[in-house]
């Protein structure tokens, strides 16, 4: 009874004006057609009394004006629910193969619809332009809803999908705009068969505009590719089935240089390597140590194009993070005795101002939901909290960087959460955007 209840509010609140432009004038439509209607009734009514119409029994006649109201009221609400900014996203064209292919098909179906009426319309007789558009604009409505139906069923019982972070995100200053580069992860669910779920899974990498939230460039990758980080040669990426290594252009996500130009640099590194992100350390943009398949760690100076062979990799890297490791859990010592309540804290590598640190939590034990906040660490005080969205639960063991992936920059801090990126006003935590990587777009 709950679940009628709940399900008959969410209904009416579609039949309420709110901030939507496109939500308040289809609203408005509907309101006029549904008081419309026991106007045509009377209208009809007066015309079979003057002999001018077929007279209808008062019993049908309001028979077929209730019908009327309900048909009308049951579509004006489906249609006003596929309306919704959260249904609207599904016919927007992203950078993903699978929904462009699906969307152009839907498109293709639309737009012979309306040819073939058109073209009826032509060989028809007795026809005003008037009833072709009035059946053209009725088509349109109809073949929105269904279709509307038809991507929501894809996307969430056919083959739902989760959006993640398959990589760090990188902040750089390129061209005077601070962007975030980082790798986006989409699994799709293709099928359940004796208790294993079966998922494809597509990668892209992205660039965003972190003042305005705009989308620089987005390019779809092989589902084996790995982006390793930032150089002084571009964006360093590896694709493991297809065993290939190459460079992007970070200002605009082509191609900048090829295996081969590399290994022109640096001839050791031909068929001595093993493609995997795990052999592939990227300290700076400069300098990259690499594990190879003779069994020996690589540091390759981009700076100097040298290479030197056979270093002690495992000494140095332990050397040099001994100091951070030691600052790190110093400060989580602080957090754990001022903050006992807090789960799985992580730290943010970020500035947020003296004696106060930018954390994610979990508020209960194996909650799914991660919390961002600035908490001070000289006494037990939350400056502001913002609770992030998870899509992970359900796909799989894939590694999330999301929850470690923190910036600040002046006034605002920077954050990544699976699907979204946020830009938070520092002083307080108020929201300034949040980005969708699943419609590379802005939502606000």
């Known amino acids: 009874m709950e679940m009628i209840s709940e399900l008959f509010e969410n209904r009416l609140a579609l039949f309420t004006f709110n901030q939507d432009t496109i939500h308040n004038v289809v609203l408005a439509i509907v309101y006029l057609r549904l008081i419309s209607i026991p106007l045509q009734s009377i209208y009809y009514r007066n015309r079979a009394e003057e002999g001018s119409r077929e007279v209808m029994t008062e ?120 962007v975030a580069i980082s790798q986006i992860e989409k699994d799709t669910i293709t099928g359940r068969e004796h208790g294993f779920t079966y998922i494809s899974r597509a990668v892209a990498i992205s660039s965003v505009d972190l003042h305005s939230g705009k989308k620089i460039w987005s390019k779809q990758v092989g589902n084996a590719t790995n982006y390793i980080g930032p150089t002084t040669n571009g964006l360093l990426v590896i694709n493991r089935s297809k065993e290939k290594l190459y460079f992007l252009d970070p200002a605009t996500g082509d191609v900048s240089m090829t295996e081969a130009e590399l290994i022109k640099k640096f001839p050791v590194l031909a068929n001595n390597m093993s493609y995997d992100k795990t052999d592939f350390v990227l300290v700076n943009p400069n300098t990259l140590y690499f594990y190879g398949l003779d069994g020996f760690y690589y540091k390759m100076d981009f700076a100097t194009n040298k290479i030197t062979e056979k270093i002690a990799y495992k000494d140095f890297i332990h050397g040099t993070n001994k100091s951070t490791i030691n600052e790190e859990n110093s400060t989580t010592e602080k957090i754990n005795q001022l903050y006992p309540e807090l789960m799985e804290v992580i730290i943010g590598n970020t500035d947020v101002g003296e004696d106060r640190v930018l954390v994610t939590y979990e508020a209960a034990r194996n909650s799914t939901n991660k919390t961002l906040a600035i908490i001070s660490l000289k006494e037990h005080k939350v400056f502001w909290k913002l609770d992030l969205v998870n899509e992970l639960d359900g796909f799989g063991d894939n590694e999330n960087y999301a929850s470690s992936a923190f910036y600040a920059k002046g006034d605002f801090v920077y954050t990544w959460d699976g699907r979204y990126q946020y830009k938070i006003k520092k002083e307080n935590g108020q929201v300034i955007y949040q980005y969708d990587y699943k419609t590379e777009s802005k939502i606000k």
């Open 59 to 178: 019993g049908k006649r309001k028979k077929t004006m209730v019908v009327g109201l309900i048909t009308n009221f049951l579509l004006g609400s489906l249609l006003l629910l596929c309306l919704q900014p959260s249904n609207l996203e599904s016919w927007l064209f992203t950078g993903w193969t699978s929904a462009t292919i699906i969307l152009l098909v839907i498109y293709g179906i639309i737009f012979l619809s309306i040819f073939l009426t058109i073209f009826f319309w032509f060989k028809g007789k007795n026809k005003s332009f008037i009833q072709l558009l009035s059946k053209i604009i009725y088509l349109l409505v109809i073949e929105f809803i269904f279709f509307s139906v038809v991507l929501w069923i894809i996307s969430n019982i056919l083959a739902p999908s989760s959006y993640s972070m398959d990589s760090r995100v990188n902040v750089s200053d390129i061209d005077g705009k601070l």
